[in-house]
Structure formats: structure tokens, C-alpha cells
């Protein structure tokens, strides 16, 4: 039977436009991620410097907060996808509902490279962990500096109340204030122990000590996560290309640190960057002390499943 002008213009019609969506890749999908100036953010600005998520059709937009609490004010409002955080962090957003989702590691120390320093003022005359009994340690509270501080502390064999804790917000407070001598001592982390360590200060206890305890992570919303699988998985492949990049040849990327104001100007010349980990995600037993660390501190009072917080399911 012949088939009708009209018919054949229909079908002809129909398989051109089904060639042409088949031709024509959908568009890039955007991806909002906030970071703090730190250098967890550094295989993000490679990703973007090496055109690495445009080839896994992203369109990655990367927001700068100048703190934890102005970063989750931003996740909160869903303004951002994703984030840099602590296992503490994730903790928090989860106590109501599962809000967020840890998909991997951001840094991590090791047995020889630390992230995290308690430092004596030069004028304390402190120099050994036993110095530290009693005095006050600068620190912000609730936080993966004050759960470090503690554990650091503890594997010393001080008790609890051995360790005075000082509630200092600010890095740059805390910094101030151990360089007068009005704090005895302080928790920082790198890079920034090095410039306290340059203007006086001595570090003394490190958390090479107890590396398993000492990691950053990062973190989804869980509308996103689950509106956007493909996506986050892209993302996480390209992350695992820029660290690749960076732990090949480390010395290629200060001059990028210090651009965008992850590494102080004044160690440009001097700072070693460190080895990033490789895809993987925080484990149970790194989950369950950080939750058992925020319980005894009354911080939380309900029951939240590692399996609902963090996922490695996303990983390339």
C-alpha cells in the first residue's frame, strides 16, 4: 500500500528530529560547590584550571565562604550543592533528617604528614606535651579542632581535666593571640601552623600521632545527590584527575595556592604540598568516634547511621 505525502513528510520529519536529539549532547550540568580558603579546595580550582569537569559536561561553579558558619548558611539556603566539611559537620546537618551525604575524602593525615598542630607560644617556655597540662589551648568549640584537641590530648595521657580548652572562633584571633604570649597555646592547621612556627611559636603535639582521626571530607546535599547522580559521579572523576595531576608533580600548582589565597604568600618559596588522598570515603570506625567524641560532649543527643551519612557509592 503506498503511504500518503502527508505520512511520509510526518515520518521523515520525526526520524530527522530524532537524529538531530541524538546528535546534540545535552548541555552542561551545573554543579555549585563552597569552599573555605583552605587547601582541601586545591584539586577543585585544578579541575577547573585544566578544563577537567568540561569534559565531563559539568559546569562547575565554585563559591568562596570565608567560614564554616557563612558555608552552611549557603547549603542550607540550597544556593550550593556541595561542600568541604568534617564528619562533625555532616553529624550536625543530620541529627532532624539526613540533609547531606559525605562522598569522599577531601585530606587526610598520615603517620608522617599532619594537618593539625597545638602550638606553644615562643614566650610559654612550653615545649613538650606535658607543658600543655592545664594551660589554655586556644580552640573553636564544637568543632573538628576541639574533637582533635582532645584525642591528641588523651593519647598523651592527659585526663579531662588536664585540658583547658579556650574558646577562640577566629584562625586568625588564635594566631594573634599565641604570637602576644596572652594564649600559652593553640590548635592550628596547616598551612598556617608554618607561619605561626615562623613568627615564634613551637609546635608540640601533631596528629601524625593519631592520623585516623584527622581527615577532611566532601559533602552533598541529599535533594542534590538524588536529583543528580550522574553528575556527582562526574564530579568525583574529575576530582580524582586534578589529584592525580597534583600528587605527580606538586611544586606545578603553589603558584595556583597562593592565587587563590589557600597558602599564605610568605611560605610560597618554602611549603611543601603533601600527598592527596585518593577516592575513598571516612570508614565506620572513623564515623562512630567522632559520634561517640559529640555524644559525651552533649552536642548530640539522638542515634544517626553511619550508612545514611556516608555513602562512597558515587566514586569513580
Not at 30 to 46: G, K
Not at 138 to 156: F, H, K, N, P, W
Not at 190 to 218: N, W
Not at 274 to 286: I, K, L, M, S
Request: hydrophobic share 45%.
Amino acid at each position: 500500500m503506498k503511504k500518503s505525502p502527508i505520512l511520509a513528510a510526518i515520518i521523515l520529519v520525526s526520524l530527522l528530529a530524532s537524529a538531530c536529539a541524538q546528535a546534540t549532547p545535552a548541555g552542561p550540568v551545573t554543579l555549585r560547590f563552597v569552599t573555605l580558603p583552605i587547601l582541601e579546595a586545591l584539586p577543585l580550582y585544578v579541575a577547573q584550571q585544566e578544563g577537567l569537569f568540561e569534559q565531563y559536561n559539568l559546569n562547575v561553579e565554585i563559591i568562596p565562604a570565608g567560614s564554616a558558619p557563612e558555608r552552611d548558611q549557603i547549603i542550607r539556603a540550597a544556593q550550593a550543592d556541595g561542600m568541604i566539611n568534617e564528619l562533625l559537620s555532616t553529624i550536625f546537618y543530620n541529627q532532624s533528617s539526613i540533609e547531606v551525604q559525605t562522598v569522599r575524602y577531601a585530606r587526610a593525615a598520615t603517620a608522617t604528614i599532619p594537618l593539625f598542630h597545638i602550638l606553644a607560644s615562643g614566650q610559654s617556655g612550653i615545649t613538650t606535651p606535658e607543658g600543655l597540662k592545664g594551660a589554655e589551648i586556644g580552640i573553636s568549640q564544637g568543632t573538628v579542632i576541639e574533637y582533635l584537641t582532645d584525642r591528641l590530648l588523651q593519647a598523651e595521657g592527659f585526663s579531662a581535666e588536664e585540658i583547658n580548652g579556650v574558646a577562640v572562633p577566629s584562625i586568625s584571633d588564635r594566631m594573634a593571640l599565641l604570637g602576644s604570649g596572652s594564649l600559652s597555646a593553640a590548635m592550628l592547621p596547616d598551612p598556617l601552623t608554618y607561619l605561626a612556627e615562623q613568627q615564634g611559636a613551637v609546635i608540640v603535639v601533631d596528629d601524625t600521632l593519631l592520623p585516623e582521626y584527622s581527615f577532611s571530607c566532601m559533602t552533598f546535599r541529599k535533594a542534590y545527590l538524588d536529583e543528580n547522580p550522574a553528575a556527582v559521579r562526574n564530579f568525583l572523576a574529575a576530582i580524582e584527575q586534578a589529584v592525580t595531576l597534583i600528587n605527580a608533580d606538586p611544586s606545578n600548582w603553589t603558584s595556583l595556592l597562593v592565587e587563590q589565597k589557600l597558602l599564605p604568600e610568605p611560605l610560597a618559596s618554602s611549603y611543601i604540598i603533601n600527598p592527596y588522598p585518593t577516592a575513598g570515603v571516612p570508614t565506620q570506625a572513623q564515623w562512630d568516634d567522632v559520634f561517640t567524641w559529640a555524644t559525651e560532649k552533649g552536642l548530640i543527643s539522638v542515634s544517626i547511621a553511619y550508612a545514611d551519612s556516608v555513602t562512597g557509592e558515587y566514586l569513580p
